[in-house]
């Protein structure tokens, strides 16, 4: 595998791969296998597979954890090898921003939905990121896992309006042992706290129950869902909706084609997500 921090060295080596199919997994690092369920496929269905590794501060807010977001190369790099990654692309924030950067990529209306309120400069930073390594890598295929539900819809939008010509696949959630969806987040969690956690992908777990059994009233899905996790004193609910899948609009009726459904909590200071889509992003 080779390790490369320049833009033009990337660009430089990807030259020698017109022609074959390039598969790109963009990641923040400290991998966990749901990135690497990524990085599989990636390598599945590319000649060549490149990983990023880029902790990206414009999709953080200015009181989150962009400081003390858990980075560990060294063993980011045994993985990627182990994986038989192709390329990994660890460029450093002044190789992506350099002085007077200043253009953004704003997806409307769907970054204000969901977690854009209260992430509002989130997806700005995110798809601005994206699309630069979508511009800096020129690969066939990308990979996003659907934990980011929001997200893949957003870049798949991006993708649209943009007119890229590049195929976005979304992957499923891996889950831990005990349903906890993976995070690079999930290691600032206490014992209790982790315990409090399970409760999000439990209670999404009776309402999917719910919803194959015909309970199609989203208000009710909703309100189970906040029932279970208000079973706990750590958790904190940010948002639980039901939505379009497309749009991401609010849905009264559960349309078991098109739909997301979807929370955000704060267990102690820690923010985690999580969802299950009924249909294809
Ligand atoms: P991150 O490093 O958190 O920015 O994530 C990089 C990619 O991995 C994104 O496309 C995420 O959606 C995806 N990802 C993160 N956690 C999981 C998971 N538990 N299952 C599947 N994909 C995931």
Do not use: W
Not at 37 to 60: A, R
Not at 121 to 146: D, E, M, Q, S, W
Not at 234 to 256: A, C, F, G, Q, R
């Amino acid at each position: 595998m080779k390790t490369i921090k320049k833009i033009d060295s990337l660009r430089k080596e990807l030259y020698l791969y017109v022609k074959k199919r390039i598969g790109l997994v963009p990641t923040m690092g400290y991998l966990h296998n749901g990135h690497l369920s990524l990085i599989d496929q990636s390598i599945k269905e590319n000649d060549i597979s490149v990983v990023s590794v880029f902790v990206n501060p414009y999709q953080f807010g200015p009181n989150e954890d962009f400081n003390v977001y858990p980075r560990d190369m060294e063993r980011d790099l045994k993985l990627l090898e182990e994986r038989g990654v192709d390329i990994l692309f660890s460029p450093d924030s002044k190789e992506m921003y350099p002085e007077n950067f200043s253009t953004f990529v704003e997806v409307e209306k769907l970054s204000k939905a969901l977690c854009g309120k209260s992430r509002p400069t989130h997806f700005r930073g995110v798809c601005t990121v994206v699309l630069k390594l979508f511009n800096i890598v020129n690969p066939n295929n990308v990979y996003f896992g659907a934990k980011d539900a929001q997200q893949a819809v957003i870049i798949k939008r991006m993708k649209e309006d943009l007119n890229l010509d590049i195929n976005i696949r979304v992957m499923p959630i891996v889950r831990d042992e005990d349903g906890l969806a993976l995070s690079s987040r999930n290691r600032y969690l206490s014992k209790r706290e982790r315990e409090a956690a399970l409760l999000m992908p439990e209670a999404l777990k009776k309402v999917n129950i719910l919803i194959n059994n015909g309970v199609f009233d989203a208000n009710e899905i909703r309100k189970k869902i906040v029932g279970e996790l208000k079973k706990s004193k750590y958790i904190k609910i940010d948002y639980v909706e039901v939505v379009n899948l497309k749009t991401l609009k609010s849905v009264e009726i559960i349309d078991k084609e098109n739909a997301l459904v979807a929370a955000a909590i704060k267990v102690g200071e820690t923010r985690l997500i999580d969802n299950f889509i009924l249909g294809e992003i």
